[in-house]
């Protein structure tokens, strides 16, 4: 039955992958137009195209792992990868490095990457002040910190130049993948995928830190050093794909309740079918984003707006979220 | 051979910044017996199971394990300890199955899955706890007696030496209540260790072969059921008049 599930999921993906490479604007939407002998759809189709559906696929894949990662983390199925402050950091950082670069995009880049990781340590620092419990102390330290940032987001936008400045801004903050190219992806890659593969051999024991401590540490997790190994990874998945895509918000929440939903919660069902989904879910949301209207739409609106349905469906749905 | 033992050397704990919890505390616990925790909410019943846990390192003292002539401390045992929490989070609806499967995790290597091995000494658990039937069921359709052979299944699962439990009996009916008992009693007999924390008396009379009483003020005493058991000792510790009776078979403790 598990077998079952997993194949047809594989099967959607690499269905999704090919329909998505075939659609797009350019000459009226013809999907064969890179077979002709037009140079500039060939070059449109293996420079941009190819390359923005895989980055899609990818960052679909990772956000929704760092999502069920946090969530197994802080024991709480409606955590996501930005909960420490880390989106609200990185879309400072990015704003930042859209004033100062004037939107060069390896620094806007490198800024969000910097300016999440930034907010992870400021996080624990303020959490080891707090008295109490570990976890809880740290989610607390989060909300303070991402409320600092979007108040520092909030005064960028105030300070940017409202013609060429603040639009960047604020379509850099809904998220888009429309920078896309071969160098952005494999750039992206070279951070996502061993932490990808970190967690898929990690698969089954991440159960373990769902439990509570106590428990946990009976069971063989005495050391803190795989606690923090596991949250840094999802931070700088989080942090590494706002980064090049802009905050794009609900994979993280939705997919891994999903996924749980088709393949229950042991973390070693759930996390290839999470995979399998973010990567899903997103390119079909890019696909809307290039494609519904003649201009570009942030990709971060389609992933709200069906994220957010979604998530609607799974409260109707169940009575309890798991 | 000398006899194998848990060992508290002059055992003290405190939180840092509050005051001292555990005091200076010496015993021994044989290993293979059942040892009840008795005493008053908050004279550190808990604390002392977090101690043998090794989840929490004595201030002062030492806590070790003497095993077949040689004494390690009891941090060492990866896995070997069993801890049965009194309420547990479980934030996600696992299947009971993949629950248990849980306790195998100190026998599997990190970047590793339950193997075919892990599978059959699960299996093997959930048959002779009367489990098989609930085995696909989600822990949430579950209810709390069965969730509490479940938590306990896991506990096994882990195949440890020594198996700790905060308050085990507390939520339980009289029905589980028994069934727990006869278990307690079936692992002493596979050699288990079990150290229990309890606040009824009778239980301690009842289910098991040693005691160790808290009281206020960092007073404790250890020793055979029989010996603490007794009216004196339990009006003392308890702060109220407490007589036991404890002739042929005929248990019963008296409330004044």
């Known amino acids: ?322 | 051979m000398k006899s194998n033992s848990i060992r508290f050397n002059n055992v003290s704990f405190g939180y840092s910044g509050r005051k001292i919890i555990i005091k200076n505390f010496s015993f021994e616990i044989p290993t293979g017996s059942r040892t009840a925790l008795l005493g008053l909410n908050g004279t550190g019943k808990t604390t002392l199971l977090m101690l043998l846990l090794g989840y929490i390192a004595p201030l002062e003292g030492k806590i070790t394990l003497l095993k077949d002539g040689q004494e390690f401390p009891i941090t060492e045992m990866n896995g070997a300890v069993g801890y049965l929490s009194q309420n547990e989070n479980i934030p996600f609806d696992y299947t009971m199955q993949e629950f248990i499967m849980l306790g195998r995790a100190p026998h599997i290597l990190k970047f590793n899955v339950p193997s075919e091995y892990d599978f059959k000494v699960s299996q093997k658990i959930i048959q002779s706890l009367d489990l098989a039937s609930l085995a696909y069921s989600k822990l949430g359709e579950i209810s709390g007696g069965e969730l509490q052979r479940v938590r306990i299944a896991r506990t096994l699962a882990q195949e440890p030496e020594i198996i700790l439990m905060d308050e085990p009996m507390t939520h339980l009916d009289i029905k589980n209540k028994k069934y727990l008992n006869g278990l307690i009693n079936n692992l002493k007999e596979t050699g288990k260790t079990i150290i229990y924390s309890t606040h009824d008396p009778l239980d301690v009379l009842n289910f098991s072969d040693r005691c160790i009483i808290m009281g206020k003020n960092n007073k404790f005493e250890a020793g055979e059921t029989e010996r603490i058991i007794r009216s004196k000792t339990l009006s003392d510790f308890f702060e109220i008049p407490i007589t036991v009776i404890n002739e042929k078979g005929n248990k019963s403790i008296v409330v004044h």
Request: with cysteine; proline share 3%.
């Open chain 1, 1 to 322: 039955m598990k077998k079952k599930k997993l194949t047809g999921l594989i099967a959607c993906l690499i269905l999704v992958t090919l329909l998505s490479f075939l659609i797009g604007r350019y000459q009226n939407g013809n999907p064969f137009g890179f077979l002709t002998s037009n140079n500039l759809y060939q070059q449109l189709f293996f420079q941009l195209r190819i390359p923005r559906v895989l980055t899609a696929l990818l960052i679909g894949s990772g956000l929704a792992l760092a999502g069920l990662v946090t969530q197994i983390i802080f024991q709480n199925p409606l955590a996501d990868g930005g909960l420490l402050g880390v989106s609200q950091a990185a879309g400072f950082g990015a704003a930042l490095g859209i004033l100062i670069f004037r939107g060069n995009s390896i620094w806007v880049q490198l800024f969000a990457f910097g300016f999440g990781v930034l907010a992870l340590i400021i996080s624990i620092l303020i959490s080891g002040k707090i008295r109490g419990n570990k976890i809880l102390s740290l989610i607390l330290a989060g909300i303070a910190v991402s409320a600092v940032f979007s108040a520092g987001i909030g005064i960028l936008k105030y300070l940017a130049d409202p013609i060429d400045q603040l639009p960047a801004i604020v379509f850099w903050l809904l998220g888009s993948l429309a920078g896309s190219t071969w160098q952005v992806l494999i750039r992206t890659m070279i951070i996502i995928v061993p932490i990808m593969i970190f967690f898929w051999f990690y698969r089954w024991r991440l159960n373990l830190h769902a439990m509570d401590k106590e428990i946990a540490f009976s069971l063989g997790l005495k050391n803190k050093i795989e606690l923090w190994a596991s949250l840094l990874a999802s931070v700088l998945l989080t942090s590494s794909i706002i980064s090049i895509s802009g905050i794009v918000g609900w994979i993280g929440l939705i997919i891994p309740n999903y996924a749980r939903m088709i393949a229950g919660s042991d973390t070693s069902n759930s996390i290839p079918v999470t995979l399998l989904l973010g990567a899903i879910f997103t390119m079909i949301c890019d696909d809307l984003a290039r494609a519904l209207l003649p201009g570009e739409i942030p990709l971060g609106i389609f992933t709200a707006f069906l994220g957010a349905l979604m998530f609607i469906g799974l409260l109707i749905n169940k009575e309890k979220i798991t």
